[in-house]
């Protein structure tokens, strides 16, 4: 099974940026869409971002145009880099990946341990 860590989480004040990485055990050229999701205390874990085996990119409408992700197949690595950052972003963020695994369309899901992302002044 794939193993996935991610880092580079921290405290900043409002409106600052943090770069949040992925690296996988595994060459993430084999994934069919690699993500960013987050959980506050007392939430639902809720998707943030994700990127497709094309390039293709999604984004909750809460991070649109603040967020980035990418991808360095080379590195096995997938990023996030969150600007203008607000307090309610404040969440353990986790990569996951996903890869189809049979022609019924079953999926295996992968997902680092959480990094820490807290905006405070």
């Known amino acids: 099974q794939v193993q996935l860590m991610e880092s580079g989480g921290g405290l900043v004040q409002p409106g600052e940026s943090l770069r949040l990485s992925c690296t996988a055990t595994?060459?993430?050229?084999?994934?069919?869409?690699m993500g960013w999701y987050r959980q506050a205390p007392g939430q639902e874990r809720e998707l943030v971002a994700t990127?497709?085996?094309?390039?293709?990119?999604h984004y909750a409408d809460s991070v649109k145009g603040r967020f980035t992700i990418s991808r360095d197949i080379a590195k096995n690595a997938f990023y996030l880099q969150m600007n203008s950052l607000k307090p309610e972003d404040t969440a353990v963020y986790y990569c996951?990946?996903?890869?189809?695994?049979?022609?019924?369309?079953?999926?295996?899901?992968?997902w680092g341990q959480g990094t820490q992302v807290t905006v405070s002044s």
């Open positions: 996951n990946s996903r890869k189809v695994v049979n022609v019924e369309g079953a999926t295996a899901v992968s």
């Open positions: 595994r060459s993430i050229f084999s994934f069919d869409a």
């Open positions: 990127i497709t085996s094309d390039g293709t990119t």
